[in-house]
């Protein structure tokens, strides 16, 4: 088994709250008497405060200067749409906007909001993207965490200003109005939504076999340059890299995974995680270390992820089952972990496994 790069995957990535990783890394399997005519092309960059890594696999000469260009720019487009570190982005714009007053989307920030519209109410609000006052409270947003925990009384103020439902997108789809004081992060879904717009991109170039990751969020299509489906590492949670808890083959899929022991901030030896609860206004405390969701699309998937991990085990298992939804749950189990699937993931990976053997 060797790791592409000898890369972690999700590949670091710096924010304000201190070095994080996402928990997930590629392996290829090397296949004796497996030989394919096609070749291998990657390149990377930078996005979103995080890294990109893009893996095409062709059976023609590929111009990798261009197709870099190209994904780098549309990246950067998403960027400066979808950021909460520039003032000038549209979502730094949106934010600011007067209640009341409309604000023309562009198509990209109208996909996502409407996505998140859906989940939000879908996943009984845990995913909800109006937690960004929160999210700079706690100390994950732009403004590194002070030293002192915030008091119940700065929670309670801030739980008053996280109602996503007070955003509405007018008839014609070309506006949103608050109706209250929002500050939004889509945080949860941007970077699966950027996959998403990226693999777009090499489709329309006729590239259908490809793997393409931004901060761990993938896209995974079609098959690897040993002609078969992709092989994905999903990390055992502690602190040290480089051991896998699952491996699997996938392709034509989006994929995300959301953990609790990478992003936290410490405080008196507690360590408090990065994903809010917007129903409690704390971070999360339950038994998940780390949920896997395999979507067709990548934005939904992320989206998935973080609710998830907000719902805890028992209820994140019980949506999934009810929604048919490929999920992969490592749980805390005292000193040690354990293993969750549900329905979806068993016979999506059945599935896969079937295709290799035939």
Not at 164 to 186: C, H
Not at 291 to 311: C, G, K
Request: proline letters at 4%; charged letters at 20%; glycine letters at 6%.
């Amino acid at each position: 088994m060797i790791l592409v790069g000898n890369i972690i995957l999700p590949w670091q990535k710096r924010s304000k709250a201190g070095l994080v990783a996402s928990l997930l890394f590629l392996v290829l399997m090397g296949l004796s008497g497996c030989s394919s005519d096609s070749e291998k092309y990657s390149f990377s960059g930078s996005t979103m405060g995080t890294s990109y890594h893009i893996t095409v696999v062709s059976g023609s000469g590929v111009n990798v200067s261009s197709l870099s260009d190209q994904v780098q720019r549309r990246l950067d487009q998403l960027d400066n749409i979808f950021s909460t570190y520039k003032p000038q982005s549209e979502l730094s714009r949106l934010n600011s906007t007067e209640v009341g007053q409309p604000f023309s989307l562009s198509p990209e920030m109208l996909d996502v909001l409407s996505l998140s519209q859906e989940l939000y109410q879908a996943t009984s609000e845990a995913f909800n993207p109006a937690i960004g006052p929160l999210v700079d409270l706690w100390g994950f947003g732009p403004m590194p965490a002070g030293e002192q925990l915030p008091d119940d009384d700065q929670i309670t103020e801030r739980l008053l200003m996280v109602d996503f439902s007070q955003l509405v997108i007018g008839e014609n789809e070309s506006v949103a109005i608050k109706q209250r004081p929002l500050q939004i992060d889509l945080s949860a879904v941007a970077k699966g939504y950027a996959v998403d717009q990226v693999a777009e991109l090499l489709e329309a170039k006729h590239f259908h076999d490809y793997l393409v990751e931004i901060g761990g969020e993938l896209r995974l299509s079609g098959l690897n340059q040993q002609n078969e489906p992709w092989r994905i590492g999903i990390e055992r949670p502690a602190l040290e890299r480089g051991a896998a808890q699952e491996i699997m083959s996938l392709s034509d899929t989006g994929l995300a995974t959301s953990g609790d022991y990478r992003n936290y901030i410490d405080r008196d030896g507690v360590r408090y995680s990065h994903t809010i609860d917007p129903l409690t206004g704390k971070p999360v405390i339950n038994r998940l270390a780390s949920v896997t969701v395999i979507h067709p699309n990548a934005a939904s998937a992320d989206a998935l992820a973080t609710a998830f991990m907000v719902m805890g085990e028992s209820k994140a298992m019980q949506y999934a089952e009810s929604e048919n939804i490929a999920a992969y749950f490592i749980v805390k189990d005292d000193k040690s972990f354990s293993e969750r699937h549900s329905n979806a993931f068993n016979v999506l990976l059945d599935n896969v496994n079937e295709k290799i053997k035939n």
